[in-house]
């Protein structure tokens, strides 16, 4: 870009360092969402709450396949 170039979009300069930080903030959130080492300590987690009678049968299925999507990259909820 050139300096006139700049020079005219230098008020929007906030905004555009602002998206850019919330791209930043967004991709890193579902790099961990979907990271395979936090899926399988939820998971463990999980089957221990199961095994303890913290839970019942019916959510640890539901919650079993919302976790086993996100390894798999897709929405659990569709």
Known sequence: MGLLTELVLLPAAPFRGTAWVLRQVQAEAERQYRDPAVVQ??????????????????????????????????????
């Open 41 to 78: 300590r939820e998971l463990a987690a999980l089957e221990e709450a199961l095994l303890a009678g913290e839970i019942d049968e019916d959510t640890f299925d539901r919650r079993e396949d919302e976790l086993l999507a996100r390894l798999e990259n897709r929405n659990p909820w569709t």
